[in-house]
Every structure is written in structure tokens, then in C-alpha cells.
């Protein structure tokens, strides 16, 4: 089993930054992918970035040229490095990680909120 710890969330200002971390442990013997998806109130969730092992990275396009995701393949962890936020991006942040493509464990969520 893996369990996978979210950090990082808050609250900031339009402008701001934020870094979201996700650590993986327990049963991890591949990774094949990680990343985060977002959701608000009222609206899908949608894939904001990923990652896999070899460092193909992927970003949904409302977040293209603001949000960076890293991996420390070492530490099992993933970053997710926000910056020029938007009050459009207020969410809660679910980070997974894929040992296959189909298969996906999950974090608990944080929530980034973005005051106007």
C-alpha cells in the first residue's frame, strides 16, 4: 500500500506563489508517474500537471508557463511549484502517483486559495 503526504496549500494573493510537495512511502516499487489534479466547488476535476520517472512532463492549459512539477526520484516526491496564481486556480490540489498508468494511489487533498 502507498500513502502519499500533501504539504504546501494555504492561502496567498493574486500574484503569488506556492510550492505543493507530495512524498510518497510504503509499497512503492515504481513509480510511473505523478502528479495533481485540482478541483473546485461547482466544477471538474481537471489535471493540472504530471510527471513520470524519466521526467515527461505534462500541464493542463489554464496553468502552462506558471506552474512547474519536479520529482526527486531519491525522496519519492513530487513538487508542484505555483507561481503568478490566479483566484481561478482555488481548488483543492489531490496529488497521485502511478505504479502503472492505470493504476493510482491518492493523497488527501490541500487547499490553495487565491484572494483577489
Known amino acids: 500500500q502507498v500513502q502519499l503526504v500533501e504539504s504546501g496549500g494555504g492561502l496567498v494573493q493574486t500574484g503569488g506563489s506556492l510550492r505543493l510537495s507530495c512524498s510518497a512511502s510504503?509499497?512503492?516499487?515504481?513509480?510511473?508517474?505523478m502528479g495533481w489534479y485540482r478541483q473546485a466547488p461547482g466544477k471538474q476535476r481537471e489535471l493540472v500537471a504530471s510527471?513520470?520517472?524519466?521526467?515527461?512532463?505534462n500541464y493542463g492549459e489554464s496553468v502552462k508557463g506558471r506552474f512547474t512539477i519536479s520529482i526527486d526520484n531519491a525522496k519519492n516526491t513530487a513538487y508542484l511549484r505555483m507561481n503568478s496564481l490566479k483566484p481561478e486556480d482555488t481548488a483543492v490540489y489531490s496529488c497521485?502517483?502511478?505504479?502503472?498508468?492505470?493504476?493510482?494511489?491518492w493523497g488527501q487533498g490541500t487547499q490553495v486559495t487565491v484572494s483577489s
Open positions: 510504503g509499497s512503492i516499487f515504481n513509480i510511473y508517474a
Open positions: 510527471i513520470s520517472r524519466t521526467g515527461n512532463r
Open positions: 497521485y502517483l502511478a505504479k502503472t498508468p492505470g493504476a493510482r494511489d
